[in-house]
């Protein structure tokens, strides 16, 4: 069984930055491509971030580029998303995602496995 778990959200202030991970358990980790998707309020769960098997390709949202970075350890299974220069519309709960294979998508069809979420919050 997958188990994705995201950790490292919480309340900031504009500006400053957090560093969230997701770490995953019942699954092959190096052979699946991962990403992260965000939902604030009242809105759809958008992508955010994507990463292919070995970490040598990454896409991200034309909103976050350049501030945001994911990153990926697999020795120990674990995705990270950097979030620099945080925004007050960064504000959303971030789900961690593993894909179906293991080249990179932006397309939440395509991610068969889900994090519970972590809520960050920005303050202006």
């Known amino acids: 069984q997958v188990q994705l778990v995201e950790s490292g959200g919480g309340l900031v202030q504009a500006g400053d930055s957090l560093r969230l991970s997701c770490a995953a358990s019942?699954?092959?980790?190096?052979?699946?491509?991962m990403a992260w998707f965000r939902q604030a309020p009242g809105k759809e769960r958008e992508f955010v971030a994507t990463?292919?098997?070995?970490?040598?390709?990454?896409y991200y949202a034309a909103s976050v580029k350049g501030r945001f970075t994911i990153s990926r350890d697999n020795a120990k299974n674990t995705v990270y998303l950097q979030m620099n220069n945080l925004k007050p519309e960064d504000t959303a709960v971030y789900y961690c995602?593993?894909?179906?294979?293991?080249?990179?998508?932006?397309?939440?069809?395509?991610?068969?496995?889900w994090g519970q979420g972590t809520q960050v919050t920005v303050s202006s």
């Open positions: 990463i292919n098997w070995s970490g040598g390709r990454t």
């Open positions: 995602a593993a894909s179906r294979g293991s080249t990179y998508s932006t397309r939440q069809g395509d991610f068969g496995s």
């Open positions: 019942g699954l092959t980790f190096s052979a699946y491509a």
